[in-house]
């Protein structure tokens, strides 16, 4: 069996659990693209987290203490482009956020996930609307009254929180794939998918205006970096897992009513689909291709 190892990308709350979990179900229940062939080992941790959601709660975020800050399993999947026979196994390492914000921070990468970004043949890396961990860039004729008031504030709090804006952790993160991506397995322009979650949560009109649009007005200096590196074949994706939120209680009555494989998208340029595999079914066409 071919494996193709994607790796999750994103800082701290930006999704992937959440992700994850919903692209499993979606594979296991036949409703996407692609579809499970065997059922994987080490799945019970994206189980526990698909049991959240189907109880109309989203998956807590990772726990910091995982093993090396990562819980992985291999999924051998396939697809109608594919011969049935001879499916693709993908490793999908999910490595807590806190990992990739102190990578940014210190411009520095455990060897260990050198080695995997070089072994990847393509990435997805998750950005989460509405996250309070996200931080906008400085403006530097308020800043300087802000700064002193966050000095205090992360003296009194000791979440993870960084002073580098998104949009810049964003861009350093694309500079380590550029560098770094596939460079051991052959494949000439590994396919990276931004994938913009928690969909749901943005108001209609800035919506209809589809992902690209969203990065290019809320992270222009990454949605620049786009059409700057040559070596990546980059698209943008928006994901709402279960296309609400369950803090919205007639949402929630709703979801909990009816059936998840009803519930969920992913917008491509303006369309919206139920299927929440494309854009890891996008990501491994790049490198069947090559
Ligand atoms: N409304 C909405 N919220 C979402 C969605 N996906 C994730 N969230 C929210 O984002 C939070 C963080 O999601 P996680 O999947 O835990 O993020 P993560 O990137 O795995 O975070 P770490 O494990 O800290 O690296 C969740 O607890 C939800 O509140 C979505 O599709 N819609
Ligand atoms: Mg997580």
């Given at each position: 069996m071919a494996t193709q190892s994607i790796i999750l990308i994103g800082g701290p709350d930006s999704g992937k659990t959440n992700y994850l979990a919903r692209f499993w179900e979606t594979i296991r229940s036949g409703h996407g693209r692609l579809r499970v062939t065997q059922l994987p080992e080490n799945i019970d941790y994206v189980e526990a987290?698909?049991?959240?959601?189907?109880?109309?709660?989203?998956?807590?975020?990772?726990?910091?203490?995982?093993?090396?800050?990562?819980?992985?399993?291999?999924?051998?999947?396939?697809?109608?482009c594919?011969?049935?026979?001879?499916?693709?196994?993908?490793?999908?390492?999910?490595?807590?956020?806190?990992?990739?914000?102190?990578?940014?921070?210190?411009?520095?990468?455990?060897?260990?996930?050198?080695?995997?970004?070089?072994?990847?043949?393509?990435?997805?890396?998750?950005?989460?609307?509405?996250?309070?961990?996200?931080?906008?860039?400085?403006?530097?004729?308020?800043?300087?009254?802000?700064?002193?008031?966050?000095?205090?504030?992360?003296?009194?709090?000791?979440e993870h929180k960084t002073e580098i804006s998104t949009d810049v952790q964003l861009c350093e993160?694309?500079?380590?794939?550029?560098?770094?991506?596939?460079?051991?397995?052959?494949?000439?322009?590994?396919?990276?998918?931004?994938?913009?979650?928690?969909?749901?949560?943005?108001?209609?009109?800035?919506?209809?205006?589809?992902?690209?649009?969203?990065?290019?007005g809320e992270y222009p200096l990454v949605a620049g970096r786009i059409d700057d590196v040559s070596r990546l074949d980059i698209d943008v994706f928006g994901v709402s897992v279960v296309g609400g939120d369950f803090d919205d209680e007639i949402f929630k009555r709703r979801f909990l009513e009816g059936k998840l494989q009803e519930f969920g998208y992913v917008v491509r340029q303006q369309a919206e689909e139920r299927d929440l595999t494309i854009p890891v079914s996008w990501v491994l066409q790049g490198a069947e291709r090559q």
């Open positions: 987290a698909l049991n959240h959601l189907l109880t109309g709660k989203f998956a807590p975020r990772s726990d910091k203490n995982l093993d090396g800050g990562t819980a992985s399993c291999s999924i051998a999947v396939t697809g109608p594919k011969d049935p026979e001879t499916p693709t196994e993908v490793y999908v390492p999910d490595v807590t956020g806190e990992l990739w914000a102190g990578a940014v921070e210190t411009c520095e990468l455990p060897a260990a996930w050198l080695d995997s970004l070089q072994s990847s043949f393509g990435a997805l890396l998750f950005v989460r609307v509405g996250s309070e961990l996200n931080v906008a860039p400085l403006d530097w004729v308020t800043a300087r009254p802000l700064m002193k008031r966050d000095v205090a504030l992360n003296e009194a709090n000791d993160l694309l500079r380590f794939l550029e560098l770094t991506l596939g460079t051991n397995t052959g494949v000439k322009r590994p396919r990276v998918a931004i994938l913009v979650t928690a969909w749901d949560r943005l108001d209609r009109e800035t919506a209809s205006k589809g992902p690209r649009q969203f990065l290019a």
